[in-house]
C-alpha cells in the first residue's frame, strides 16, 4: 500500500523554464508536507514545507501547493537551473505519535538542460 | 554548524554477520531517525529515538535495531545480514519529535556480499 505516490519517475526541463513535480497521497492523517533533494552520493537536502492549514509556500524560487481536497502537493521550481539536477522527493508526516517518522515517495529525477 | 554525520561511509558485509552503524544528530538535536533506501522500495522508515527511547519502529524484521546515547548519538544494528540487506542507511535529525524538517547524513552505503 503506497500511501505517497509521485507518479512521473523523471521531468526533463529546458534552463530558465518552469519544473512542476507531483506528489499524491492517501493518507488524510499527514498534517506536514515536506520536499526534499537528492544528489547522488548524497544524503536528501531540505529545499521547502507547508503545513496542512496552508495551500501554498513560497520560497525564492520554490513554491510548494498544496490542495487537501485532491490530497494533492506540487513543487514549482522558476526559473529552473542546471544546479537543480537532481532527485526530488517529496515527503509526508502523519500527526500524533508518528510526528518522527516521514513517509517518502519514490521520488522524481529532474534534469534541467543547459 | 556541522551537519548529521554518519560513519562509516561504506561497508561491505557478507550474509550472516552482524553490522553497527553510527550517526551524530546535529548539536543541539535530540531525535534521531533512521530510514533505508533501495532501488525497489525507495525510502523507508526504519526508526526513531528520542531521550534515548524508541518512539516509532517502521516495518522491519527484528534483526534490526537501534539505540540511543545520552548525548543523543544513535547506532543501529543488523544482524544476520541479508543480501536483501544491501542498500543506504541515512540518519536524520531534528530538534525534537514534532520538529521539521528532519536534516540527513550522507547515509552508510552497506554491501552484502
Not at chain 2, 48 to 66: A, V
Amino acid at each position: 500500500d503506497q500511501q505517497v505516490k509521485q507518479n512521473s519517475p523523471s521531468l526533463s526541463v529546458q534552463e530558465g523554464r518552469i519544473s512542476i513535480l507531483n506528489c499524491d497521497y492517501t493518507n488524510s492523517m499527514f498534517d506536514y508536507f515536506l520536499w526534499y533533494k537528492k544528489y547522488p552520493a548524497e544524503g536528501p537536502t531540505f529545499l521547502i514545507s507547508i503545513s496542512s492549514i496552508k495551500d501554498k509556500n513560497e520560497d525564492g524560487r520554490f513554491t510548494v501547493f498544496l490542495n487537501k481536497s485532491a490530497k494533492h502537493l506540487s513543487l514549482h521550481i522558476v526559473p529552473s537551473q542546471p544546479g537543480d539536477s537532481a532527485v526530488y522527493f517529496c515527503a509526508e508526516r502523519a500527526g500524533g505519535t508518528s510526528y518522527g517518522k516521514l513517509t517518502f515517495g519514490q521520488g522524481t529525477i529532474l534534469t534541467v538542460h543547459p | 554548524k556541522a551537519g548529521v554525520t554518519q560513519t562509516p561511509r561504506y561497508l561491505i558485509k557478507t550474509r550472516g554477520q552482524q553490522v553497527t552503524l553510527s550517526c551524530s544528530p546535529i548539536s543541539g538535536h535530540r531525535s534521531v531517525s533512521w530510514y533505508q533506501q533501495t532501488p525497489g522500495q525507495g525510502l523507508q522508515f526504519l526508526f526513531e529515538y528520542f531521550s534515548e527511547t524508541q518512539r516509532n519502529k517502521g516495518n522491519f524484521p527484528g534483526r534490526f535495531s537501534g539505540r540511543q546515547f545520552s548525548n543523543s548519538r544513535s547506532e543501529m544494528n543488523v544482524s544476520t545480514l541479508e543480501l536483501g540487506d544491501s542498500a543506504l542507511y541515512l540518519c536524520a535529525s531534528s530538534l525534537d519529535p514534532g520538529n521539521q524538517p528532519q536534516h540527513f547524513g550522507d547515509g552508510t552505503r552497506l554491501s552484502i556480499l
